[in-house]
């Protein structure tokens, strides 16, 4: 990209509330049930029904708003937003325009080349979700019909509008990638992109350098429900790259909403964007105005669990590495692994160190998740407790951690059945390391010239004449003892 233009990215993010029932009435809120099972004359956009506020809906937004550093006020108020698509059936949407429940909050993205950098939310707001659409055919253009399932009509959303304060994909990722951490702590959502569940459009604009107007009057570029991180970063950086091209021929860039194809990383056009105006917002007359006392607010404050920035630096006074405490971090069902873990290990690096490397590899392998692996945070434990008991070796670990996630049986039994055991009789491994070290004058030479190599191959003799079963730091210890001891005559 040329460097006469700086890059501006702002993030809307729906995210779906984990409510039992839906915003404004008592349908069920779940997804995946058969299509418009989920309704009701509410929901339905009926004439003469009335909305009633989900109480918990709004107990999970304020949540969501204080985790994320919001001020939320005391009072705010319900609007209606127009527009006329088939999956709105009131042909409004109930949203907050002017006074929405939250502002100025932030969410703090650490780039690897440098410092936290803060990124500005302006609002959180509370609305309901649409119904969805789905197109009979391959693809839209070429759609025979279309079909209407109104569940999620009216499931309870949080709209979170962060600041233009974005300067590149990367940090739209690292934004989204801490926002959806943030949130999976609180539990107040799914979070799952592929269904919906969590949704981003990302405002692109490119502002020439020198540029003194204001950033309101750059024209920019909606990217509308992409469904993955990845697909928000990739979609910015093929936008980025498609008005700066614009740009440098002379062209202007129209304001639209477009569209993200996954199989070509390109975006296209949808259609213009709407402004403000064209919604016709309204204030909602069938709901009365949110308000909440201070009191309250401070005891959802009260009750917020441990969020990211608290964990990372717990961990990393726990001596985790800041890299490995960043991976746990993001991931709360390995953090919550880990957690059960060390409060039956000591040893929190040796847990972490086998977390994410033998673990990590096997449930990924496997397509589990932290919570549903095959092997838990006590299975693993024992296998370390067998570890450290001196049962057996760190590589036979790995063997008889691998027949757990096979077998779903616990370390000790595994060990039993394939016969494994560590000698660390050091009577034993002694008479194998004299036997061994006859064997072989010369490596021995070679060592005491100072080859440090030279023991790792008398260390290998010794573990593949033992099978593998000697306990290694016995087997290197003694090898050094005998040989200083029988073989160094400069001594
Ligand atoms: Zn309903
Ligand atoms: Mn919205």
Redesign the pocket.
């Known amino acids: 990209m040329s460097r006469d233009y700086e890059v501006i990215v702002g993030l809307e993010v729906h995210v779906e509330l984990k409510t039992a029932t839906?915003l404004f009435?008592?349908?069920e809120a779940a997804f995946g049930a058969d299509p418009n099972s989920?309704?009701?004359p509410?929901?339905?956009g009926m004439p003469g029904v009335l909305p009633v506020l989900n109480r918990e809906a709004i107990h999970l937004a304020v949540r969501s708003a204080l985790a994320l550093n919001c001020e939320v006020r005391p009072f705010s108020k319900f609007d209606r937003k127009q527009y006329f698509y088939p999956d709105l059936p009131k042909a409004y949407q109930i949203s907050q325009f002017d006074e929405p429940l939250a502002e100025y909050g932030w969410v703090t993205i650490r780039p690897a080349s440098g410092e936290g950098r803060r990124i500005g939310i302006r609002r959180i707001h509370v609305e309901e979700d649409a119904g969805k659409l789905n197109h009979l055919g391959q693809r839209l253009g070429d759609a025979t019909g279309s079909l209407v399932d109104l569940n999620r009509a009216?499931v309870p959303l949080i709209e979170i509008v962060s600041e233009p304060d974005l300067r590149s994909a990367e940090e739209a990722r690292l934004y989204l990638t801490e926002l959806r951490a943030i949130l999976s702590y609180l539990d107040v959502s799914d979070l799952r992109m592929e269904e919906g569940s969590m949704r981003c459009d990302a405002n692109v604009s490119l502002r020439p350098v020198g540029y003194e107007g204001a950033l309101e009057d750059l024209s920019r570029v909606e990217i509308k429900n992409v469904n993955s991180i990845r697909n928000v970063q990739r979609g910015i950086e093929y936008e980025v790259e498609r008005q700066a091209e614009m740009l440098l021929r002379g062209e202007r860039i129209v304001k639209e909403t477009r569209g993200f194809d996954d199989a070509t990383g390109r975006t296209y056009s949808q259609r213009s964007k709407e402004e403000a105006n064209d919604y016709r917002y309204f204030p909602e007359p069938d709901l009365p105005p949110l308000v909440l006392s201070a009191e309250w607010i401070e005891s959802v404050r009260q009750a917020l669990p441990a969020l990211p920035d608290a964990i990372r630096e717990a961990l990393v006074s726990r001596g985790i590495p800041p890299k490995d405490a960043e991976v746990l971090v993001l991931d709360r069902e390995a953090y919550q692994y880990w957690l059960q873990a060390t409060e039956r290990f000591e040893d929190d690096r040796l847990v972490t160190n086998w977390m994410l490397s033998d673990v990590a590899r096997l449930i990924n392998a496997r397509g589990e998740s932290y919570a549903k692996a095959a092997v838990g945070p006590d299975g693993l434990v024992e296998l370390l407790e067998l570890i450290g008991s001196g049962k057996i070796s760190g590589r036979m670990a790995k063997e008889v951690l691998e027949a757990m996630f096979e077998t779903g049986k616990r370390a000790e039994e595994v060990v039993k059945e394939k016969g494994m055991s560590q000698i660390t009789d050091e009577g034993a491994i002694r008479s194998i390391v004299e036997e061994v070290l006859k064997q072989h004058p010369a490596v021995i030479q070679d060592y005491l010239s100072g080859k440090e190599k030279a023991l790792a191959f008398l260390v290998g003799q010794v573990m593949k004449q033992t099978r593998g079963q000697a306990k290694p730091d016995l087997v290197n210890q003694l090898l050094k003892d005998v040989i200083h001891h029988d073989y160094n005559t400069a001594q």
């Open positions: 839906k009435c008592g349908c989920h309704t009701c509410v929901c339905l009216g």
